[in-house]
């Protein structure tokens, strides 16, 4: 399910002009955590290849996101957000196949993104597969 892990130069293609590739899970984590969408509007019109490569990671970030969590849409965190988008640490622990203690562990290290709903923690859909792809990345 995950790709093995790669060192940075095998991203990088073209001698004359460099081109680097970029995995449609990586563009789901940009655009999650560095905000690339905001980045893509705010910009828009500023430069024409710029832009074409924004809405190219943002077609490979949606299609991941609908392959991995069966919608386009990353989630909120917020209480009020469809609750089958978000899980406590017990099922995540299921699905990660590792402990409740383990899942809560990586949330204190800050290597699983989770949000505080009423004293429990709650983690998206989305963040469990990057959680996953990482962890088996780590371990090839």
Same mark, same amino acid.
């Given at each position: 399910?995950?790709?093995? =892990?790669?060192? +940075?130069?095998? @991203? ?16 789901? %984590?940009?655009? =999650? ?6 980045? =893509? ?6 430069? &024409?290849?710029?832009? $074409? /490569?924004? #809405? ?7 299609? %991941?996101?609908? *392959? *991995? ?16 988008? %978000? ?5 995540? $622990? ?8 383990? /899942? ?8 699983? +993104? *989770?949000?505080? #709903?009423?004293? =429990? @923690? ?13 962890? &088996?990345?780590?371990?090839?």
């Amino acid at each position: 399910m995950t790709a093995p =892990r790669r060192p +940075p130069e095998a @991203y990088v293609h073209g001698i004359a002009g460099p081109v680097v590739i970029v995995p449609a899970r990586v563009c789901a %984590w940009l655009e =999650r955590h560095a905000h690339l969408n905001e980045v =893509r509007i705010q910009n828009r019109g500023a430069d &024409a290849e710029v832009d $074409a /490569v924004l #809405v190219a990671l943002r077609v490979a970030a949606l299609t %991941w996101r609908n *392959a *991995a969590t069966g919608s386009p849409v990353a989630v909120k965190p917020e209480a009020t957000a469809d609750l089958n988008q %978000w899980l406590s640490t017990t099922q995540a $622990a299921d699905i990660l196949y590792i402990t409740d203690r383990a /899942v809560r562990l990586a949330i204190a290290e800050k290597r699983l +993104p *989770a949000t505080q #709903v009423n004293g =429990r @923690y709650r983690i998206a859909r989305e963040d469990i597969q990057h959680f996953a792809a990482a962890k &088996a990345a780590q371990a090839a």
